[in-house]
């Protein structure tokens, strides 16, 4: 009787874990990787000094080490996954990509706000150390998924997942085509994706403040998504659209590593 029942019980939890809210995987884990050792291009060498000491212990004591981090959380930590699902992403598309925090972000459970209260846990030298870890994971793979397009689109296709694509043969979706499957058809290694990154110009920012201006970066990712092309006409994608869009990905991840690097110098820097 004893197998049955356990039977019967893992059918239950993993029941139980499909009902749990499905955190978007931006970028995929590459993306992640890469904008945060862009973000360690541009880090100041005491900020440098204050993370190595927060993430002393970490299995991979690194800033892209921890990138991906936030998307494990559902079968790692489902509670913790479960009550930050939706800080991943805010739906902007149907709003003409302008944020209204009580339309947009009630509770503060999406993107924006989530970079916001996570910076300023960080930010602070009153809160434990291992309260900041956690805020600095946070914001590390935050700041990356406020500049995937498709983290700040439309709610009625829940950020690209319901849009059916099929390319190269294969059935996929919007979201997953931009979050990875662009990046990775190149063949590039990280390290020769993060060489080839390093040469896109620089976007330019504005002085950072804390909270960070992270509503700007989630409305500029939106007018991606908005524009007249970014949803082909068919369902079988050209390779043209690729050939097209996978620039502005990677316009998408330079921007994320300046805005993190930013973003990280200013609330880590010494008072």
Avoid at 25 to 38: D, K
Avoid at 46 to 57: E, F, N, S
Avoid at 227 to 243: H, I, T
Wanted: glycine residues 6%.
């Amino acid at each position: 009787m004893v197998r049955p029942l356990l039977s019967v019980l893992t059918l239950v939890a993993a029941f139980a874990l499909a009902l749990l809210p499905v955190p978007a995987q931006a970028w995929g884990l590459l993306g992640h990787r890469l904008v945060a050792l862009l973000a360690w291009d541009d880090l100041t060498p005491d900020t440098r000094r204050q993370i190595d000491a927060l993430l002393q212990g970490e299995p991979d004591p690194t800033l892209a080490g921890i990138a991906g981090w936030a998307d494990d959380l559902r079968k790692n930590d489902p509670v913790l996954g479960k009550q930050s699902a939706n800080w991943h992403f805010v739906n902007l598309g149907e709003h003409d990509c302008t944020y209204l925090q009580r339309r947009d972000c009630p509770g503060g459970n999406c993107v924006v706000e989530a970079i916001r209260t996570q910076t300023t846990i960080l930010a602070d030298p009153r809160r434990t150390r291992a309260e900041r870890l956690l805020a600095l994971k946070f914001v590390v793979h935050f700041v990356g998924d406020a500049h995937q397009p498709l983290h700040a689109g439309y709610a009625h296709d829940k950020g690209g997942n319901d849009a059916q694509i099929n390319w190269n043969g294969r059935g996929t979706n919007m979201h997953t085509l931009w979050d990875s499957r662009m990046l990775v058809s190149t063949g590039r290694s990280e390290h020769a994706y993060l060489a080839h990154l390093r040469t896109l110009p620089r976007p330019a920012i504005a002085a950072m403040t804390l909270p960070p201006p992270a509503a700007t970066w989630a409305e500029q990712s939106c007018r991606v998504v908005t524009q007249p092309d970014f949803y082909p006409r068919r369902a079988k994608l050209e390779q043209a659209y690729v050939d097209k869009h996978l620039p502005i990905a990677e316009r998408q991840l330079r921007a994320g590593g300046v805005a993190l690097a930013a973003v990280l110098n200013k609330a880590l820097a010494q008072r």
